[in-house]
C-alpha cells in the first residue's frame, strides 16, 4: 500500500527558513498536499501541488516536487512563531472514482525559536 | 459560516456506549469522509462518501458506520465503545473532478474511559 514518511520534529529560529520533507513511494500519486495544524485545531490545507509540476511558489511557501525520487518538500521563507505547527504532507494516487482518499505522513512538528 | 462543522467538539463516554458524531458542510461538496487521528497525531482515512458509493477503509470494526441523511451531512455512529476510540475524527468534504482539495472540519475529541 501507499507509505508517506517524514521527520518528526524541526526547528528553527526565527526569520530562517525552514524546509520540511517528505517521501512517499506510490508512483501513482497525482496531488501531493501540505497540510497545517496547530494545537487543538483541525487541518488547513496550505498548498498542493500536481504530479507534473516541479515547483509551486505561494507567497512565503515554495514547494518542490522530485518525482523521480518521490520527494516533496515545503520551504517556509522567514519563519515566524506563528508558524509552529504541525505539518503534514499527504498524497492521493490516481484513481477513476468519484472520491479519493488521502494517505497522510506522521506529520512534522515545527518549533519557531525567538 | 464556517464550511465544515462537527458537533459535538469534546465527547466523553464509558466503554460500551454507542455514540454518534455529525458533520455539516455548507460548501455544496458531492464527497466526505471521515478520518481518525490517534494520540500520535498519525491520520488515517476511515470512509470516503458521495452519493453514488461509500468506500471503507478495511482496517475499520464494523462497530462504526457512516450515515448520511442528505449531501449535507455525513454522520459517524460507532457502536460498543472501546478504549482503542479515544482519538481526534476529522470529517472532510471534496468536490469530484480536478485536484479534489479536501476541506477538514475542526475535529471531535472522543475520550472513552
Same mark, same amino acid.
Given at each position: 500500500?501507499?507509505?508517506?514518511?517524514? %521527520?518528526?520534529?524541526?526547528?528553527?529560529?526565527?526569520?530562517? %527558513?525552514?524546509?520540511?520533507?517528505?517521501?512517499?513511494?506510490?508512483?501513482?500519486?497525482?496531488?501531493?498536499?501540505?497540510?497545517?495544524?496547530?494545537?487543538?485545531?483541525?487541518?488547513?490545507?496550505?498548498?498542493?501541488?500536481?504530479?507534473?509540476?516541479?515547483?509551486?511558489?505561494?507567497?512565503?511557501?515554495?514547494?518542490?516536487?522530485?518525482?523521480?525520487?518521490?520527494?516533496?518538500?515545503?520551504?517556509?521563507?522567514?519563519?515566524?512563531?506563528?508558524?509552529?505547527?504541525?505539518?503534514?504532507?499527504?498524497?492521493?494516487?490516481?484513481? %477513476?472514482? %468519484?472520491?479519493?482518499?488521502?494517505?497522510?505522513?506522521?506529520?512534522?512538528?515545527?518549533?519557531?525559536?525567538? | 459560516?464556517?464550511?465544515?462543522?462537527?458537533?459535538?467538539?469534546?465527547?466523553?463516554?464509558?466503554?460500551?456506549?454507542?455514540?454518534?458524531?455529525?458533520?455539516?458542510?455548507?460548501?455544496?461538496? /458531492?464527497?466526505?469522509?471521515?478520518?481518525?487521528? /490517534?494520540?500520535?497525531?498519525?491520520?488515517?482515512?476511515?470512509?470516503?462518501?458521495?452519493?453514488?458509493?461509500?468506500?471503507?477503509?478495511?482496517?475499520?470494526?464494523?462497530?462504526?458506520?457512516?450515515?448520511?441523511?442528505?449531501?449535507?451531512?455525513?454522520?459517524?455512529?460507532?457502536?460498543?465503545?472501546?478504549?482503542? /476510540?479515544?482519538?481526534?475524527?476529522?470529517?472532510?468534504?471534496?468536490?469530484?473532478?480536478?485536484?479534489?482539495?479536501?476541506?477538514?472540519?475542526?475535529?471531535?475529541?472522543?475520550?472513552?474511559?
Amino acid at each position: 500500500g501507499e507509505d508517506v514518511e517524514q %521527520s518528526l520534529f524541526l526547528s528553527v529560529r526565527e526569520g530562517d %527558513s525552514s524546509v520540511i520533507n517528505c517521501t512517499y513511494t506510490d508512483s501513482s500519486s497525482t496531488y501531493l498536499y501540505w497540510y497545517k495544524q496547530e494545537p487543538g485545531a483541525g487541518l488547513q490545507l496550505l498548498t498542493y501541488i500536481f504530479s507534473n509540476m516541479d515547483m509551486k511558489q505561494d507567497q512565503r511557501l515554495t514547494v518542490l516536487l522530485n518525482k523521480k525520487d518521490k520527494h516533496l518538500s515545503l520551504r517556509i521563507a522567514d519563519t515566524q512563531t506563528g508558524d509552529s505547527a504541525i505539518y503534514f504532507c499527504a498524497e492521493t494516487p490516481h484513481s %477513476s472514482g %468519484s472520491a479519493r482518499q488521502l494517505t497522510f505522513g506522521s506529520g512534522t512538528q515545527l518549533t519557531v525559536l525567538p | 459560516d464556517t464550511a465544515v462543522s462537527q458537533t459535538p467538539k469534546y465527547l466523553v463516554t464509558q466503554m460500551g456506549n454507542d455514540k454518534s458524531i455529525k458533520c455539516e458542510q455548507n460548501l455544496g461538496h /458531492d464527497t466526505m469522509y471521515w478520518y481518525k487521528q /490517534d494520540s500520535k497525531k498519525f491520520l488515517k482515512i476511515m470512509f470516503s462518501y458521495n452519493n453514488k458509493e461509500l468506500i471503507i477503509n478495511e482496517t475499520v470494526p464494523n462497530r462504526f458506520s457512516p450515515k448520511s441523511p442528505d449531501k449535507a451531512h455525513l454522520n459517524l455512529h460507532i457502536n460498543s465503545l472501546e478504549l482503542g /476510540d479515544s482519538a481526534v475524527y476529522f470529517c472532510a468534504t471534496s468536490t469530484s473532478g480536478g485536484e479534489e482539495t479536501q476541506y477538514f472540519g475542526p475535529g471531535t475529541r472522543l475520550l472513552v474511559l
